[in-house]
Each structure stands twice: as C-alpha cells, then as structure tokens.
C-alpha cells in the first residue's frame, strides 16, 4: 500500500559561477535532500541545483514549483557574508554589470517590467533564524539579497506562486564561504544549518495548516 507524503518541501542551492567554482549552497542542497531524517518522517525532498544563469535557473525552480510544494527553502552564496543571512526582501532589480554563468547580462534593470518592487518571503524570519542559530552557527536577518541570480530567484518564487491558495512559505538562506576542516564555518557545520533550516521550514508549513499565517 502506497503511504502518501506527509509533506513536500523544494530545497535548492546553486551551481558554480564567475569567482566561485565549487559552490557551496549546492553541496548544502544535495547533502540536505539526501537525509533520512526526513525521509523517515515522510518528508518528500524535491532537491535541486539550479544554473547560475537567468533563464535556465528559472526553468529549474519553475519544474520545482509545479510539484505544488507547501515550502520552498532556496540556497544561496554571499562571497563576503561572515553569518548566515535569512533574507527577507527580494526586490524586483538585476545588475547590469555581472554576466551569469552563461554570459548573459541582464538588458533592464526589473526582474519583472509589472512587478512589484519588493516582496516580503513567505514565513517567519525571526523563527527561521533560531532555527539555525540551533546547530551552532551564527545567523542574521537581512534585507538586502543582492542583486544577482540570488535575488533574482528569490523573486521569481515568491512572484510565480502569489497567487496560490495557500501559497507555499518561501525562504532564501545566503551562506558565506565554507572554512576549511569541520570547525564553525566548515562545510559540514553548514549542512548542519541548512538541515535546521529545513526542519524549521517543515515546523512552520505544518503549523500554517491550521493556523493563521505571520510573515515577518
């Protein structure tokens, strides 16, 4: 007898671009996806390593998205970080100056010509953010996801899914460079946080089931 799911969530990091060619939200994405942990609680992980280019990236978090995920907890890279930043605006913006993986350069500088200027993730930023505090690692709210695939990702999930009903909660993570060895900041003490911030995006869409949602 097949035992439905008990929930779906999207996890996805990125794959290597300009300046940084073993990217680190992807292994943080992989590793996560792959835990028993959640797979013995019937936690479906849709994992995925999106492109560090515009189009393609958006085509692989669209595929992601028609799974009808109840979360979405996107990774991502911030070269100078010290902490992990819990974004928590994605603006409708793109750099004209830094070419993707592919070479591109964006020709405007909306994501979206009618879209809004900003957009607030889906859940609770202060929850997420003492989640990962949890494993150890030292953690932060931010308001400023860049303005480079990063941000451009993060948009786009929160713009494609506005208008379901409920809408999936939607996090985007940024992650400084791993250290070497397995001390804080090694590789491994951020599996360690993208796993919490994983259990905590399951806590929040469990809880949004039955009651009303605050964003924030």
Do not use: W
């Amino acid at each position: 007898m097949r035992v439905e799911p008990r929930l779906r969530i999207a996890i996805a990091g990125f794959g290597p671009f300009p300046g940084v060619r073993k990217n680190p939200s992807a292994e943080i994405a992989r590793a996560v996806a792959r835990s028993p942990r959640f797979r013995n609680a019937r936690i479906v992980l849709d994992g995925a390593v999106l492109p560090t280019a515009y189009g393609a990236a958006e085509t692989e978090l669209r595929k992601l998205l028609d799974n009808g995920p109840e979360a979405v907890v996107l990774f991502g890279v911030a070269g100078g970080a010290k902490n992990i930043r819990v974004e928590t605006i994605a603006r409708n913006r793109a750099s004209l100056l830094y070419p993707d993986n592919a070479r591109f350069v964006p020709l405007d500088r909306k994501l979206s010509a009618n879209g809004a200027a900003f957009l607030k993730l889906r859940g609770s930023a202060a929850a997420m953010r003492a989640a990962i505090r949890t494993s150890g690692a030292k953690a932060e709210l931010s308001i400023n996801a860049g303005s480079y695939l990063c941000n451009a990702v993060f948009y786009r999930a929160l713009a494609e899914t506005a208008d379901l009903k409920p809408p999936p909660l939607t996090f985007f993570i940024h992650v400084p460079k791993p250290e070497q060895g397995r001390g804080k900041g090694s590789l491994t003490s951020l599996i360690r946080a993208g796993e919490a911030a994983v259990r905590a995006a399951v806590s929040e869409a469990l809880k949004a089931r039955y009651v009303p949602r605050r964003d924030g």
